[in-house]
T-cell receptor, first 116, second 111 residues
Framework: GAGVSQTPSNKVTEKGKYVELRCDPI?????LYWYRQSLGQGPEFLIY????????DSGLPNDRFFAVRPEGSVSTLKIQRTERGDSAVYLC??????????????FGPGTRLTVT | SQKIEQNSEALNIQEGKTATLTCNYT??????LQWYRQDPGRGPVFLLL?????KEKRKERLKVTFDTTLKQSLFHITASQPADSATYLC??????????FGAGTRLFVKA
């Protein structure tokens, strides 16, 4: 389909390891968002991109978290030296982001990260 | 501090009744506000967006109101059905395309 896809769907890693989570947005969407969601909570904003640049990364919890979107399409969220507290579902969303203010976000299914 | 509050307790209603969910925010002046639906194990799905100059918006059985003075949005589902059972999330604009989500309210519609 033409929706947002995320890979992997599940990731189990050991404390201290490095992980990469990938997001493929809807084609043509210029805005891309990363959130993380813990059980019983709403999505917590991490970062959003307009094109290739990070327009707002104020939600990244610390410098172990980094995200890139080098060609303005696919994005990768990178987490170094993972900690058990990083365990959550990581959600990616995209929106058209145009001048007409197309703000509706289309979410992927998420990547469930478990740090053991 | 900046906060978005939604009914933390689950809402249980009978099929056919109107469900009303509340979203209150503090210390924001959003240009728009959105409502999403989330089913277990899935990402949120966009339902409605209402802008600051709109008092009310409707889509089929859904209605959203936006009171910028009270800093509150109400989300209504009329003639509710068991298939409407889900978690409903409010998302407040905090600058351009950035939005902050509330914790959501779980709705259960009983047949």
């Amino acid at each position: 389909g033409a929706g947002v896809s995320q890979t992997p769907s599940n990731k189990v890693t050991e404390k201290g390891k490095y992980v990469e989570l990938r997001c493929d947005p809807i084609s043509g969407h210029t805005a891309l968002y990363w959130y993380r969601q813990s059980l019983g909570q709403g999505p917590e904003f991490l970062i959003y991109f307009q094109g290739t640049g990070a327009a707002d990364d104020s939600g990244l919890p610390n410098d172990r978290f980094f995200a890139v979107r080098p060609e303005g399409s696919v994005s990768t969220l990178k987490i170094q030296r993972t900690e058990r507290g990083d365990s959550a579902v990581y959600l990616c969303a995209s929106s058209q982001g145009g001048l007409e203010g197309e703000y509706e976000q289309y979410f992927g299914p998420g990547t469930r990260l478990t740090v053991t | 501090s900046q906060k978005i509050e939604q009914n933390s307790e689950a809402l249980n209603i009978q099929e056919g009744k109107t469900a009303t969910l509340t979203c209150n925010y503090t210390n924001y002046s959003p240009a728009y506000l959105q409502w999403y639906r989330q089913d277990p194990g899935r990402g949120p799905v966009f339902l409605l967006l209402i802008r600051e100059n709109e008092k009310e918006k409707r889509k089929e059985r859904l209605k959203v109101t936006f009171d910028t003075t009270l800093k509150q949005s109400l989300f209504h589902i009329t003639a509710s059905q068991p298939a409407d059972s889900a978690t409903y999330l409010c998302a407040v604009e905090t600058g351009g395309f950035k939005t902050i989500f509330g914790a959501g309210t779980r709705l259960f519609v009983k047949a």
